[in-house]
C-alpha cells in the first residue's frame, strides 16, 4: 500500500537535545511538508521540499532543519534552539500537478 | 497570506445534512479553497477542493460564492464517522503550493 510513515508515533527527548523525525513516502510525491500542531490550534508550516536536494523555510522554521537527498525521504531535526518543541508534528507530500496533500499519522513529541 | 473565519464548533445529528461554512474576503484570484478533516491525534484528510465553480465528490459538496469570498461545505447525511475538526484553507503559491491552516471548526454528529 502507498502512503506516509512517519515514525516513532511516541518520542520523548530531554531538554537541550537535538532529535530527528523521520518521514518516509512511497508515493513517488516530488513536494514533501512539515507541519507543527500544539493543542487546540490548525498546522503551522515548518519547512516544505518541492524537489530533491531543494526546501524552503515556512511561517516557523526557527530552531528546526530538514534535508532532502532522497525524493522518498524527508527528515525534520529539531534543535536545542527550538524554545517549545513539544508538539504534535506532521509530515505531508503532494503530487506534482495536484492541489491535494497526503498526510502522515503523525509523532507526538514531548520534551521533557 | 490570505486568512479563513470558521466558527469555532457545529453539532449536528446523524443522517441529517450539515452545511459548514467558511469566510474568506481577501482571497486572490488565484487561491484554491480547500477542505480537509482532522480526528484525534491523527494527520489531516483532504476532503474536497475547488477555485470557482460548486464541486461534488464522494464525500461532500463545495458551495462557493459568485464573488469567492465564502464558501459552504456540505455533508450530505451526517454520520458519527463524521466528527471532526474541518478546516477550510486557502491554497496559493503556484510551484511553491502551500497551504495555510486556521483553527477549523470541530463538528460534533449527535447519534
Known amino acids: 500500500d502507498g502512503g506516509i510513515t512517519q515514525s516513532p508515533k511516541y518520542l520523548f527527548r530531554k531538554e537541550g537535545q537535538n532529535v530527528t523525525l523521520s518521514c518516509e513516502q512511497n508515493l513517488n510525491h516530488d513536494a514533501m511538508y512539515w507541519y507543527r500542531q500544539d493543542p487546540g490550534q490548525g498546522l503551522r508550516l515548518i519547512y516544505y521540499s518541492q524537489i530533491v536536494n531543494d526546501f524552503q523555510k515556512g511561517d516557523i522554521a526557527e530552531g528546526y532543519s530538514v534535508s532532502r537527498e532522497k525524493k522518498e525521504s524527508f527528515p525534520l531535526t529539531v534543535t536545542s534552539a527550538q524554545k517549545n518543541p513539544t508538539a504534535f508534528y506532521l509530515c505531508a507530500s503532494r503530487r506534482t500537478g495536484s492541489n491535494e496533500q497526503f498526510f502522515g499519522p503523525g509523532t507526538r513529541l514531548t520534551v521533557l | 497570506d490570505a486568512k479563513t473565519t470558521q466558527p469555532n464548533s457545529m453539532e449536528s445529528n446523524e443522517e441529517e445534512p450539515v452545511h459548514l461554512p467558511c469566510n474568506h474576503s481577501t482571497i486572490s484570484g488565484t487561491d484554491y479553497i480547500h477542505w480537509y478533516r482532522q480526528l484525534p491525534s491523527q494527520g489531516p484528510e483532504y476532503v474536497i477542493h475547488?477555485?470557482?465553480s460548486n464541486v461534488n465528490n464522494r464525500m461532500a459538496s463545495l458551495a462557493i460564492a459568485e464573488d469567492r469570498k465564502s464558501s459552504t461545505l456540505i455533508l450530505h447525511r451526517a454520520t458519527l464517522r463524521d466528527a471532526a475538526v474541518y478546516y477550510c484553507?486557502?491554497?496559493?503559491?503556484?510551484?511553491?503550493?502551500?497551504?495555510?491552516f486556521g483553527k477549523g471548526t470541530l463538528l460534533t454528529v449527535n447519534p
Open positions: 484553507i486557502l491554497g496559493s503559491g503556484g510551484s511553491n503550493y502551500k497551504l495555510t
Open positions: 475547488g477555485l470557482t
